[in-house]
C-alpha cells in the first residue's frame, strides 16, 4: 500500500489524524514512556500502510540518539494452527539474543524451537524482560493479528500492556472487530472521505480520469484504500473512453475480494441463506426479514454471521452488512440458484402478506412466491408502490416467469411509484436497464435504454448514462428514440464542457424530435442555446432563437410556449433590445408560476434567469431555490449545480456574498461528484469573487486561475469571463487600476455577457476614472444604462448613476452620488451602498467637507466590516484619517471575528474544531501553504502559540 502514501513522506492518505497518533507513540517511547495503539479497520483500509509508517518513522532520530530495533509479524491463516509461528517470526532479527543457557530467555528459546506451549506467565514475562533489555527503544508491529497463532498473540497483547515505563511501542492491527483483544487502546480507521479518495486516485492515476469516472470509482470504493487502487488497475480504454458502465466492485480474485470471500466462506448454510437475502435487496426491512427467517433457524442464524463481522444490527432490527463491499462479495459468491431462490423467496414475501413463507433460499426445491398481495406490511417508508416495485425487481432477477412479462411488470412498476421518490434501491436506471435486457424487440428496447440513461443522467452517474447510450447504437430505433438519445448525449456533453459539440449535437436531436415530440425538440433547442452562450458565441444563440420562433404554434403546450418565450428574451436581450425582451421575460416570470409550471425545475430556472434580466432579483432568488428544492426531492443531482448558479447570481446581485460562498462550495462539489466541467468552473469562479470581496488576494489568485484554466480548456467563456472579473475586483481594491482596466478588456473580448457586464462596468468606470482613459467606460455605461432603465430596478439604477457620478464635474457630482443613494435606499445590496457611500466620502473630503464625509466613510466602513472585506474597510479607514478622525476598531464582531478577516476566522473556526492544515486547504479549495500563512497571520492577531489556545479562545 506504498502506492497510497500522501505527498509528504510521513502521512497517508486521508489518514493525517492516525498518522499523527502513530508518530507521537514512536516519539514518546524514544523519550523512554512506551505504549500501544490496536488499529481497528477491515481488510484494505490502510493498516499496513500506517505499520510502514511507524517503522519508517522509527527509523528517523537525531544524531547520536541510539536508532530503533523494529520487529514486525504477520498473521498468516496458514500458521494460524502452529504454536508461537507468530513470535518466530517476530524475533528473527534477535535470535541470536535466544541463549537456551540463560534463564531469562529459556523458556522462550525453548517454545520456538519445539513449538511446545509453556502456558503461564513464564514465556509472555521472558518475552518484555528480552525487549526491554535490549539497550534501545523497540518498535513492535503485529499486522492481522487475528491470523496470529493464539500463544504468540497472548504473548505479544501481555507486552503491549505492561510497556508503559520502557522504550517500547506496540502496534497491533486487527482486521475483524470480534477478534479484538481487550485492554489494549483502540485506534479506528473509518472510511476515506470523499476528497481524500480522490487524492489517492489522483496518485494512483497521474494522468488523471475522466471526472465522472473518478466520481464513480470513489463511489464503488467507499472509502476503502485498496478498493481504490484495485478499482483504478481494472479500468479498462473502454471505462475510459464512457462506453462501458464503471467497475462497481473491486476485481473478482482480487486481495480485497479474497480477504471478504474467506470471512463468508465459513458461514453456516442456514446463515448463508440469510445473508444472500440482505445481499439481494439492501432495501430489506426488519420485517421481511423476520419472516424469510422464520423459515428456517430464525434471525438467530446470523448470530455467527455478527460474529465474523459480516453484518450488523441495526436500530430498528434490521441487519446490514458492516462493510458495503461486502454485500458485492456476498451476492456473487452466492451461487446462482441460491440467488435466484432468494429473490424468488423475496418476490413471495412482497407479494403475500399472509406469513405463510415456504421458499427455500438453498436453491434446493425453491417455491414460487405468493400471488398479488395487499397491503403494505414491510414497513417500508414508500407504502405500495415501492413493494410492488420491489416484488417486480425481485421477479425478474429470479426469471420467475416470460421475459417479456417481467420486463412489462418492471416498467408498469416504476411508472406507479411517486415522482418523488428518492429510495436507493432498486435505482430506476436499474430497473429500466434490466427491462431492456428482458425485452427482445429493437425498438422497444432501445427506448427503455435511452429512458434509462436519463434516469443514470439525472442521478448524477453520467458515465452509466453514456455507456446505456453507447448499447442504443446497436439496435433498430426509431427517429423518436434516436432523438431523445441525441437529446441526452448532447447534455452530457455540455455538461462536460464540450460546448461547440454538444450545441451539434442538440440542434441535430431537435431536428430528430420535431417530427415527434415537439416539446423535447424545443428543450434541445434551449439546451443547444445554453452551449452556445456559455462558449460566448452569442451569433449562434440568435441562430438557434430564429429557428425556434418558426416553431411557435397556437396549441403548444405550456412549457413548451415558456421555452419559447425564454429563448426569444434572451435573444432580445443579447441583441441590446431591453423592451422587447422585457415583453418575452415577464411572460416567462409570470408563467412559471403557473401550477403546470411548478414541478418542473427546468421552467423554474427559467423563470429565475427571466427574472434577474428584469432586474428582479427577489423573485429570481424565490424561484431558483423552488427549482433547486424540487430537483432534491426528485433525486435529480445532475441539474443541481446549474441550479445553483442561477440561484448564487441572485445572491450576488443581492450582496448575499456568505451564501454565494456557501452554494458555491456546494455546487463545487455537486459539480466534481457528477462530472460536470462547466459547472466546475462557474462554480469556481464565484468563489475567486467571494474571496476578492474579502480582499483575500492569494485565495482569490488561486481559484481564479483554476478557473480561467477549466474554461480556457472546456471553451466556456462564461466562467471564464467571471474568474478574471474576480481578479479585477481584486485590483480595484487594492488600487491596482491600470491592472483591473487590463483584465476587464480581456473580459470584453470573452464575449462579455450580460450578466458580466453589468458587474463589469462599475468597475471598468471607476478605474477608468483613475487612469484617464474614460472613452471606453462612456461606451460601457451607455449599455448598462439602457438595460438598467428597461428593469428599473434600483440596485442597478443606483449602479449606473454612480458611474455618472464618477464621469461628471465636480458640480455635478455630489448631485448624481446623492441620487445613486437614494435608489440604494429603494435596494437590497448593502455592499454596493458602501461602495457608493465610499466614493461619495473620499470626494466630499477632497471637496474639504470633512465632516459630511466622515458621516458617508462611517456608514462604508461599517459594511465592510460586517462583510469581513480587508482591503475596502482599509479604504475607509485611510479615508477616515484623511477626514482627521482617529479609526477605531468596531465591535460589531467578536473579538476575534473583528481582528480576523472572513476567510481567517473560516480557517481559525475549523483548526479550532480539530482539522488538519490539509483537511482546511481542502474544504475551502485553497493551498496548505495559504492555510499555513493564514494560521500564522491569526496567531500573531489573537496574541496565541498553539491551536489548543486557539480552540479554547473561539467560542
Known sequence: MSCLTGVRSNSVRGREKESDALRALVDRARAGAGGCLLLLGGPGAGKTALLDLAAAHAATGAPGEPGFLVLRTQGVAGETHLPYAGLHALLGPIADRLDTSAADTRVLAEALRTGADAGGLALPAALLRLLRATGRPVLVCADDIQRLDAPSREAICFVARRVGTIPVAVLLACAEPGTAPDG??????????????????????PDGLPGDLRTALVRAARGNPLALAELAGALTDEHREGTAPPPQTPPRGGRLWRAYADRLRGLPADTADLVTLIAADPGIDAVTLTRAAEARSGLAALEAAEAAGVVVELPDGGFDFADPLLRHVAYAEASLARRRAAHRLLAGLLGDVSGDVSGDVSGEGAGEGAGEGAADASGDDSGGERRRLRRAWHRAAALDGPAGELAEDLVRALAEMPKATTAAFPEPFRVLERAAELT?????????????????????????????????????????????????????????GKTDSACDTLLAAAERLLRTDREQAVRALVRAGEASYLAGDNRRFLTIARRAETLRRPDDAHLTRMALEYLGGMAATFRGRHREATASLRRVATGVMAPSSAGSPSALVWGGVANLLLGNGAAALTLTSRAVEVARAHGAVASMPQMLEILIQAQQWMGRYDAVAANAMDGLRLAQETGRAVSGAQHLAWLAFTAAVEGDEETCALRAARAVELAAAHGVSVAEALGTLALAHLDVAANRHADAVNRLRVVARTGDPLVVRVMATPLLVESTVRTGEVAQARDALVVLERWADSTRDPDRLALAARCHALLASPDEAGERFAQALELHRQGSCAFETARTRLLYGGMLRRSRRPGAAREHLHGALETFERYGARLWSAHARAELRAAGESVRPSGSRSEAGRLLTAQQFMIATLVAEGATNREVAARLFISPRTVEHHLRNIFARLGVRSRVELARLLP
Open 184 to 205: 489494549l487502546p483502540p485506534l479506528p480507521l473509518a472510511p476515506l472521505d470523499e476528497r481524500a479518495s480522490r487524492q489517492v486516485l489522483d496518485d494512483l492515476v
Open 440 to 496: 427482445g424487440h429493437g425498438e422497444t428496447k432501445a427506448a427503455r435504454l435511452a429512458a434509462a440513461a436519463q434516469h443514470a443522467w439525472r442521478a448524477g452517474q453520467p458515465q452509466r448514462a453514456r455507456s446505456l447510450l453507447a448499447r442504443i447504437d446497436t439496435l433498430a430505433a426509431g427517429a423518436e428514440v434516436r432523438g431523445r438519445a441525441e437529446l441526452l448525449r448532447g447534455s452530457l456533453e455540455l455538461r462536460a
